[in-house]
């Protein structure tokens, strides 16, 4: 096992300059263009003890709220009321995002610090179909860089080359039932549970 940075530097070369330079403290034009595109994005939160969590956020592209070139807000929609996010930001304001864009293979990484506002001035630029958001995520910024296409060209994310048929596995609703289930699985029960997270998908999205 490698157990320190300096043996893990080691076996690698050295850093380019330009993949040190590219770091900026705020959002530039491209940034700013960049997440105006993007309908995607991965947030990393972690606990007080440092217990790390991913999260996905999506909506039409332009969803994130750009306060200024250090400040901006994640819009919260209705979920699971896990809260898995939100918690870790309470305990921990450390955060990081990754933003997509389909078609691009090239990503935007941005870190910094988070809180939970509520703040209705913030939150009237995050109304999708008539519904506002009850809290966003409200993050300061501190590095924003572009990511290389290296990993979107070897997955070949926005191809149709590693394409899967969902049928391959079962719902969602059918695997959780099977998680959670020691007694199994009934048919009725699991059918049920499929047409509640359908149903779910139409109506409560906002």
């Known amino acids: 096992m490698i157990g320190s940075e300096t043996e893990l530097r080691a076996r690698f070369g050295e850093v380019h300059p330009l993949a040190i330079q590219k770091t900026r403290p705020a959002f ?36 994130i709220h750009i306060v200024n070139d250090r400040t901006f807000v994640i819009p919260d929609r209705p979920g699971n009321n896990r809260l898995d996010t939100m918690s870790n930001i ?18 935007l990484r941005v870190s910094g610090k988070a809180a939970i506002t509520d703040d209705e001035d913030l939150l009237k630029h995050c109304i999708v179909t008539g ?18 296409a290296k990993a979107l060209k070897r997955s070949k994310l926005w191809h149709d080359d590693y394409r899967q048929d969902r049928s391959q596995m079962p719902s969602i609703a059918r695997i959780i039932l099977d998680q959670t289930c020691e007694a199994g ?22």
């Open 28 to 63: 530039d034009k491209y940034s700013r263009q960049f997440i105006a595109m993007s309908p995607f994005l991965v947030i990393s939160t972690a606990n007080a003890e440092g217990k790390a969590d991913l999260s996905p956020r999506g909506d039409p592209p332009g969803f």
């Open 90 to 107: 309470v305990a921990n304001p450390n955060v990081a995002c990754l933003f997509f864009i389909p078609g691009f293979e090239d990503t």
């Open 131 to 148: 519904k506002q958001p009850k809290v966003g995520i409200l993050v300061t910024v501190e590095e924003v860089f572009l990511h290389c």
């Open 185 to 206: 699985v009934d048919e009725t029960v699991a059918s049920a549970a499929d047409a509640n997270v359908e149903g779910d998908y139409k109506t409560g999205l906002y």
